[in-house]
């Protein structure tokens, strides 16, 4: 009897699950907003295209630091420095690099004939690589380029990739941000010292904190004083979407289809009890020939 107690024990604990109220996304995230370029001037010239510095494999996908060269345009200060497609950029002058976007923020913060040094990887290589940057106009009118970021998982706020860090875009009042001090419109130019060079990469920063962690972050208003405050970040309830015992009960729910499920003493065949419920449709049933509902029935193509 007490063996057979444990073993029920141990499957209601292997049913049990949990899950936030809402979907998290995997990071990188990709939630953003587009929009089309004013004509701008300014910017350096680097002349390379990179990805994320990923595993390449779908069945064991994985993140490392840097971002991996995928193409060089000839006869460009790359090109001049040595660089090649396969070659990982792990840093912009001592700034780790963890996202395209970020390099190209870097680059993009530079003048010509500024000399930066990037920290290569090669096979099983590591060395430093000086290359002198090339002026370039900005982007073009017309071109579609990102506007923001948006961060629904540990700060409820847009983020846009600027000059000297990452302005907050649009949050919520009652938001972390804005809750700890930090307004709409501020730039955020640090996380814990470590100096922030995109929206992307300072996302995905924060999707490695834990949930509710407490955060030093730098800003700067938009009088261009700098700040430092304590954030808060945001920590998502979590609710049980399922349990179970087998054969004595299961409970399911499903937050997005808002479906919900309850069997009590489960024979497959036939069961005690099962109460069922779809939208405001609700259904209970005992064994098999009880039954009654109600709700808002519809008809649908």
Known sequence: MKLLSRLVLLAACTACRTAAPQPIPDAPPESADWVRAEPAEGGAYLGLEARENDSGRLDD????????????????????????????????????????????????????RQQVTLEVQRDDTVFEVPVVLRGKTGSVEGDVVVQSRVDPVRS??????????????????????????????????????RPVASAREWIRLLLAEEPGATVDVAWVDEGGSTHETAVEL????????????????????????????FVL?????????????????????????????????????
């Open 61 to 112: 996908l994985f993140f490392e630091a840097g971002v991996r060269v995928v193409r060089v345009d000839p006869h460009s200060p790359a090109d001049e420095a040595g660089l090649r497609a396969g070659d990982v950029v792990l840093s912009y002058d001592g700034q780790e690099l963890l996202e395209p976007e970020s390099l190209d923020a870097l680059v993009a913060r530079g003048t010509a």
């Open 156 to 193: 409820r706020a847009r983020w846009r990739t600027e000059a000297n860090g990452v302005r907050l875009f649009a949050s919520a009042d009652d938001a972390p941000f804005p809750s700890a001090g930090v307004p709409v419109g501020a730039v955020v130019t640090a996380l814990e010292g």
């Open 234 to 261: 945001l920590d998502v309830p979590r609710r049980v979407t399922g349990f179970g015992i087998p054969i004595v009960t299961h409970y399911d729910r499903d937050f997005d289809a808002d479906t919900t499920s």
């Open 265 to 301: 003493l489960d024979l497959y065949v036939i069961s005690l009890f099962r109460y069922t419920r779809e939208g405001q449709e609700k259904e209970w049933r005992v064994l098999r020939w009880f039954r009654t509902s109600t709700g808002i029935g519809e008809l649908a193509e």
